[in-house]
């Protein structure tokens, strides 16, 4: 089983600033099979990016992924604040079929 | 774009079951695998099973196998998941989602409450 862990846990920043998070998977996988959620409070989960680093359909360009193998990266570049808010790495592939990651919190310090 | 309206909250109790309805529009549905994603309050996401209505093919998350059901009706464009067994830890907002290697379109969640 592949296991995704995040990091931080939360993440205290100012509007403006640039945020960074991590997703480490405990084995390779694809960069294919790698993608990235936002969720606001009392709201569904939104796919952000998917194949490590494609925007999904209305993604503002403030959004990158990026990375390979066992570690990828979030960036978010500017932040606004309806970007605050829980952030998932997921991966597709083995068993379970679909995991997710713990999230990362991204909250206006 | 896949529309996803999902039936309303419920509340079971320990040992019974809870189905869960997730009804689309836009797009073509036998061309969709549907998944089912749960998030109990204040936790992460959490993969519960998918089916595949072209093929009638469903997958489950392991820990789920034995007790949960993903079924899916063509003519109404409506697919079920069925939780049986109930405790308190099965108490969360369930999610129906389209997939491909990821999750493109959600719908709103349905809250289930499992109390005596």
């Known amino acids: 089983e592949i296991v995704l862990t995040q990091s931080p846990g939360t993440l205290s920043l100012s509007p403006g600033e640039r945020a960074t998070l991590s997703c480490r998977a405990s084995r390779s996988i694809s960069s294919y099979y790698l993608a990235w959620y936002q969720q606001r409070p009392g709201q569904a989960p939104r796919l952000l990016i998917y194949?490590?680093?494609t925007r999904a359909t209305g993604v503002p360009q403030r959004f990158t992924g990026s990375g390979s193998g066992t570690d990828f990266t979030l960036t978010i570049d500017k932040l606004e604040s309806e970007d605050f808010a829980v952030y998932y790495c997921?991966?597709?592939?083995?068993?379970?079929?679909?995991?997710f990651g713990p999230g990362t919190k991204v909250e206006i310090k | 774009q896949v529309h996803l309206v999902q039936s309303g909250a419920a509340v079971s109790r320990p040992g019974s079951s809870v189905k869960v309805s997730c009804e689309a529009s836009?797009?073509?549905?036998?061309?969709?695998?549907f998944n089912w994603v749960r998030q109990a309050p204040g936790q992460g996401l959490e993969w519960v099973g998918r089916i595949l209505p072209s093929v009638a093919i469903t997958n489950y998350a392991e820990r789920f196998q034995d007790r949960v059901t993903i079924t899916a009706d063509t003519p109404t464009a409506t697919v079920y998941m069925e939780l049986s067994s109930l405790t308190s830890d099965d108490t969360a907002v369930y999610y129906c989602?389209?997939?491909?290697?990821?999750?493109?379109?959600w719908g709103q969640g349905t809250l289930v409450v499992v109390s005596s």
């Open positions: 194949a490590t680093s």
């Open positions: 989602a389209t997939s491909a290697e990821y999750f493109q379109n």
């Open positions: 997921q991966k597709y592939g083995n068993s379970p079929l679909f995991s």
């Open positions: 836009g797009g073509t549905f036998t061309k969709n695998a």
